[in-house]
């Protein structure tokens, strides 16, 4: 399987930016696309409406690229989400495309967005957290699988349909935004 991976898609200014108002947002607790409530622990954040538009145009701006990469015409997404893991902090093994009556979307979802806010201290001596790697398991659960270590400003982007998680923040504060392209 094929990862799309870039980095600066945000600069550090930008990420500073965007993580300062998920510090102003409303948290609450992120849903799970199944009945595992024990599946997951982390906070889905309300941002401002600017910090969203200026995000969502840096992931359509991006939009004929992951298309040409997967070889797959896309023609919308799903809405930018912005997520806080802390120390504790989890979501345990899922996909992202499903048929669920309860979440109809789920089952348009085609490529899964990762958008890293900050660093984790395993890409960079001077990161925000410790542990929260991205884990993608390409072939289903196998013992093969591709950890993509946080980088701030790096985007990644897979098949909705691959098996992933992320591993448990170990110290600090994780942040990401996560959206997903339909095709």
């Not at 992120?30 to 200026?54: F, H, N, Y």
């Not at 979440?103 to 890409?123: E, G, H, K, M, Q």
Request: contains cysteine; hydrophobic residues 40%.
């Amino acid at each position: 399987m094929d990862v799309f991976t870039v980095a600066d898609v945000l600069d550090a200014d930008r990420c500073r930016w965007v993580r300062a108002a998920m510090d102003a947002g409303a948290c609450e607790t992120a849903e799970v696309l199944d009945d595992r409530r024990d599946g997951r622990r982390a906070m889905d954040v309300d941002v401002s409406d600017d910090v969203i538009t200026v995000v969502e145009s840096c992931l359509d701006a991006r939009r004929d690229e992951i298309a040409a990469f997967f070889d797959t015409a896309l023609c919308g997404r799903e809405g930018a989400g912005f997520l806080r893991y802390e120390t504790g902090g989890f979501y345990g093994l899922h996909v992202d495309r499903a048929d669920m009556p309860s979440w109809p979307d789920a089952a348009r979802r085609a490529i899964t967005i990762v958008l890293f806010l900050n660093s984790s201290r395993d890409a960079n001596a001077s990161g925000e957290f410790s542990g929260g790697c991205l884990r993608l398991f390409p072939d289903g659960l196998t013992d093969a699988h591709i950890d993509i270590v946080p980088t701030e400003g790096t985007l990644v982007a897979f098949p909705s349909c691959t098996t992933h998680e992320v591993m448990p923040v170990t110290d600090g504060c994780r942040d990401a935004v996560v959206d997903w392209f339909y095709a």
